[in-house]
């Protein structure tokens, strides 16, 4: 999940370098913390939150075929 997330993010931004994913693992949860560019964070935000909500729903998709639950932080 964390290679989907990374391929996603890496689309969606110009400055590669400065994507930088941490995860932590809980008993049933995966939490994500996605930090980008300053410049860039509206990109990975977009107009109302809607690519956010669509990283987010493509996450949550991903987790439950494992039967997990994920959480994506944006920073």
């Given at each position: 999940?964390?290679?989907?997330l990374?391929?996603?993010a890496?689309s969606?931004v110009d400055?590669?370098?400065?994507?930088?994913?941490k995860?932590r693992?809980g008993r049933?949860?995966v939490?994500y913390?996605?930090?980008?560019?300053?410049?860039?964070?509206?990109?990975?935000i977009?107009?109302s939150?809607r690519?956010?909500k669509?990283?987010r729903?493509?996450?949550?998709?991903?987790a439950?075929?494992?039967?997990k639950?994920?959480h994506?932080?944006?920073?």
């Open positions: 999940m964390k290679a989907l990374e391929y996603i890496l969606l400055n590669h370098e400065a994507v930088h994913i995860e693992v049933f949860t939490t913390e996605l930090s980008v560019a300053s410049d860039e964070t509206g990109k990975v977009g107009r939150g690519v956010a669509a990283i729903d493509l996450m949550g998709v991903a439950a075929r494992q039967n639950r994920v994506v932080d944006i920073e």
